[in-house]
């Protein structure tokens, strides 16, 4: 394993990507999927980006955030108001 400061240049960490498909199966038996994208290493640069759309998510678009309360993951709390952010931000898909 790298040590710490050992990680992956920067070339490596731009070129970077992922891309994985989630199933799930609905009560009435239908299954569907989602394909998730991203354009930058997604242990780098795509988390950054990520987090950096969370804030600014917070701060701006309070009056498109779902009204739940507790605690939630990111996509529950901030729900379609982050999604558009990430895409149209952070290359997420």
């Known amino acids: 394993m790298p040590k710490p400061g050992e990680g992956p240049s920067k070339a490596v960490r731009e070129s970077g990507y992922f891309y994985f498909v989630l199933y799930g199966t609905l009560p009435d038996g239908k299954i569907v999927k989602a394909q998730v994208k991203g354009d ?36 529950t709390a901030m729900g379609d108001a982050l999604l558009e952010r990430l895409i149209a931000h952070a290359g997420v898909v």
């Open 40 to 75: 930058r290493d997604p242990g780098y640069g795509s988390t950054s980006k990520m987090l950096a759309e969370c804030a600014i998510c917070l701060a701006k678009d309070e009056g498109k955030m779902p009204g739940t309360f507790g605690v939630l993951t990111a996509s």
